[in-house]
């Protein structure tokens, strides 16, 4: 069974906003880090956001002050807000959980279960 499920992407305007949902099982909502990454078409994949167990933040510079990373412990849930969207944000965003925590958060091979993803398209 997928441990991760993402879910709430779709196409926005240039300026709109989206709200990504990453459903997790137990064992990947307990792992030290969880993170949101995404994969433009062409590039590689790229750590936007990442939220620890206990509630502690970090954000690529280039999505700090336009997304923000949550968690619902009720729900084993995180979520990523995303708001004032580029056309430079179009991708295949993923959700992805780091058990025993990384050494560098922006490594995607630190990150050991990982979602299916959800297409975010934003158009000019």
């Known amino acids: 069974a997928q441990e991760l499920v993402e879910s709430g992407g779709g196409s926005v305007q240039a300026g709109g906003s989206l709200r990504l949902s990453c459903k997790a099982s137990?064992?990947?909502?307990?792992?030290?880090?969880m993170a949101w990454f995404r994969r433009a078409p062409g590039k590689e994949r790229e750590g936007l956001a990442t939220?620890?167990?206990?509630?502690?933040?970090a954000y690529a510079k280039s999505v700090k002050g336009r997304f923000t990373i949550a968690r619902d412990n009720a729900e084993n849930t995180i979520s990523l807000q995303m708001n004032s969207l580029k056309p430079g944000d179009t991708a295949m965003y993923y959700c992805?959980?780091?058990?025993?925590?990384?050494?560098?958060?922006?490594?995607?091979?630190?990150?050991?279960?990982w979602g299916q993803g959800t297409q975010v398209t934003v158009s000019s």
């Open positions: 992805a959980a780091s058990p025993q925590g990384p050494w560098d958060i922006w490594n995607e091979d630190e990150y050991t279960i």
């Open positions: 939220i620890t167990n206990g509630g502690l933040t």
């Open positions: 137990q064992r990947a909502f307990s792992s030290a880090y």
